[in-house]
Structure formats: C-alpha cells, structure tokens
C-alpha cells in the first residue's frame, strides 16, 4: 500500500448473486470498483475509509435538478425492467447503467441512468442513490431496491418496482378510460346549454318584444337567463377563472388534501377508494416480503407507496403495533376502511408461511375489484348523463317553442 492508496470499504454480489461485504485497497474509486470487478464481484456500494481518499461528499438534488431527471412512469418502468433483464443476464451495474444510457434512447433516460451510475460510481448506495433522484412519491422503489441487495437479488427488486409502476399505469389508463366518456358528456352538455342561451334565444327576443304581447312563463324565463348571462358574461368567466385559481393553489399548498381524502375513505365510495389506496400498500408490502426484507423494513418502506394522509397515519400505528407483538393479520383488521379479505389472506399466509405472496395477491385483488366497479359506473353514468342531456335539450326546445306558438296566436288574434 502507497502513500497514495487508500482504504474502501465495499459492498458487493458475486457471481452467485451472494452478498459479499469487506475492505479493498486502491489509489480511487475507479481503481477500487475495477479491483472488484477484476475478483468477479458486482459493486453495490464503495465507501472510502481513510481521510486520504478524500470521501466523496453525496450531492443532495434540489427539486429543479431532481426535475431535470423526473422520468414518465412508463419510461421508469421501461427503464428498471430492463435494467433488472441486464443484472439477471450477468452484467454488472457500472457496464448495465452504461448500457441503458448509450445514445440513441430517448434523452431523459440517458441523463437518468448517467446520474445515477455517477452517483453509484462515486460511493453511493443503490438505494440512496434512487431515492435521492426519483422522489418520495417513489420512494417504494429505493425500498425494493434496498430489499433485493438485501436479499441478494437486486434484479428481483428491481423487476417488482417495474411491475408496480405497470399496475399504476394500468390502473391510470382504465380510470380515464371509464371517466373519460361521461366527461366528454357532461361537456357537451354545457356547451349546448351555452350555445341555447347565448344565440338561439337573442333571436327570439325581438320577436317577443315587436309583438307586444306578453311571452310565455317558459320563455320568459329563458330570454331573462340569456340577458342575464350575456350581460355579464366577463364577471362570470373572470369569477370562474379566479375560483379555478384559487383551487388550484389550495391543491399546491395541500389544503384540500385532507377534505379529499375524508371525503374518498368516508363518503359514499369509501369501498372502491380503500381497494385502491389499501391494495397498492398490501402489493407492494408483500412484494417486498417476497424479496427477502424483513418485517419491520418492509411495513416501514411500504407506506411511502401511499399518498391518502389519514392511511398513511393507520398504517404507521400498524407498524407500531407490529413491533409491540401483534400479529401483522390482527393489526390490519384494526385498520377502519380496510378490506376484509386483506386480513383474511394475511392470516392464511402468516398460518402457511407464505405471507408476502398471499398479500400482494389481496392488493392485486383489490385494485382489481375497484377497477371493476369503476369501469362499472362509467359505464352507467354515460348512458345517465345522455338521458340528461337530451332531457335538457328537450325541456328549452320544448319550453322555446311553446312560447314562440303562443307569441305567433297572440300575433294572430
């Protein structure tokens, strides 16, 4: 050992997917890393021991550099299925991230997996490394990330936060595809009730007033809202478009995060909005149990997977509780809102042995099962709101017309 040499301490899988842990010596990281490469060990992490090495200091990004790298949920599960192809293939991280960034992909992913191989390359954990770029609303993948190294099976981790992210995209997808018709509905819905008042009823009003005589109630009612919404047309855009200002810095500042979220888990679609919220949990909570994390690692790291704040705050006291002794299956029925067959299948896996496996099939079966009564309603409300509109339609035309007939008898007589 020179002058010059330093001490590392490393973290690192050999060629049986064995986690191997200990000291090498080298004049940088890079000498480091290709010592450890040249004794056939894939480098997780590399930590210089001794002040002449001079620790690289971790970068910490700042929301507009993490924003620089924020990838498309599908371009992230793309990106983590085919890094985890590569680390199951046989190749290791440094020579995988290489791969994945190489020119002629799409720029985003080359700028991510340059980082982060930068970031991995310079000492930093795997894990830290993508929680720092990725966020904390991924949080769970850093987790499963941190489950698989655990295990010593990163890949394994890496293809579970892929398929998690494919569920959410799935379940995106078929949430605007039941939404999105009855919206298109409702929409056209308003613009016909605009354009009734707005143009075919300040053609009839003239012919009430020449006339002389006195227009139906019905019609009367009509030209009354035309006049009123053409005369203050500007005042009623300029208080919508402040009312939607207005909402949308109470979401930014999480205002209605709370009143959201008691009205979701407490109102009439509590079921449907628990299956969601509580499925992704109980998924990702047994896959990392599959992967090898413990108990108390995986509870802790799962719950970053939610976003509802008063789940969030049921599964940190189901945390507490696992910790005092409590059987993970009598805890979760302590859970309000949490569907019962999450903690029946959770009591059969504790009983069988198979705990993580039966708790990611209860959260695959009740996102499904939410997805079911959602594609279920928008198939209903479109139909509903059809009906509503042609009622709608029907009412002023009818209404229009009648008091046109009667203008036309009066004239008459």
Request: cysteine-free; charged content about 20%.
């Amino acid at each position: 050992m020179t002058d010059s040499d330093a001490r590392f301490a490393y973290e690192a899988l050999d060629g049986g997917g064995r986690r191997r842990r200990g000291e090498v010596v080298a004049a940088s990281l890079t000498a480091a890393h290709a010592s450890l490469r040249a004794q056939g060990l894939s480098p997780l992490r590399l930590d210089p021991m001794s002040a002449s090495a001079g620790r690289t200091p971790s970068r910490t990004v700042g929301k507009a550099e993490r924003r620089k790298f924020r990838l498309a949920d599908r371009d992230l599960s793309e990106f983590l299925s085919q890094w985890a192809a590569l680390l199951k293939a046989g190749a290791d991280i440094r020579s995988s991230l290489q791969i994945l960034g190489a020119p002629g992909g799409k720029a985003a992913v080359g700028r991510f997996a340059a980082e982060l191989n930068r970031r991995i390359s310079g000492g930093e954990g795997i894990d830290a490394a993508l929680a720092a770029l990725l966020g904390a609303d991924r949080g769970f993948i850093a987790a499963l990330a941190a489950a698989g190294q655990s295990s010593g099976d990163l890949s394994g981790g890496l293809a579970r936060s892929a398929e998690i992210l494919e569920t959410r995209l799935k379940l995106r997808d078929q949430l605007v595809s039941a939404l999105s018709y009855p919206g298109f509905v409702f929409v056209s819905a308003i613009g016909a009730l605009g354009v009734i008042l707005l143009f075919i009823v300040p053609a009839l009003e003239p012919l009430a007033e020449d006339n002389g005589a006195k227009p139906a109630l019905s019609l009367a009612i009509l030209i009354a809202a035309s006049a009123f919404l053409r005369g203050n047309l500007v005042l009623l855009a300029s208080v919508a478009a402040i009312a939607v200002a207005a909402l949308a810095l109470a979401w930014r500042s999480n205002l209605l995060v709370r009143p959201l979220d008691r009205l979701l888990l407490r109102g009439p679609w509590r079921r449907t909005a628990s299956g969601l919220v509580y499925g992704g949990y109980v998924l990702a909570l047994g896959a990392m149990l599959t992967g090898g994390a413990s108990m108390t690692e995986a509870l802790r790291l799962s719950s970053r997977i939610i976003r509802s704040p008063s789940a969030r705050e049921a599964v940190e006291r189901l945390t507490i509780k696992v910790r005092q002794g409590t059987s993970l299956a009598a805890a979760l029925g302590e859970i309000s809102g949490l569907p019962g067959s999450v903690t029946r299948l959770a009591a059969v896996g504790e009983a069988s042995g198979a705990l993580g496996p039966m708790l990611a099939r209860a959260g695959k079966l009740e996102e499904e099962q939410a997805l079911r009564r959602i594609e279920a309603a928008g198939r209903m409300l479109g139909p509903a709101l059809i009906v509503a509109l042609g009622a709608m339609v029907g009412l002023l035309m009818a209404s229009l017309l009648t008091g046109v007939s009667q203008l036309g008898e009066s004239a008459l007589r």
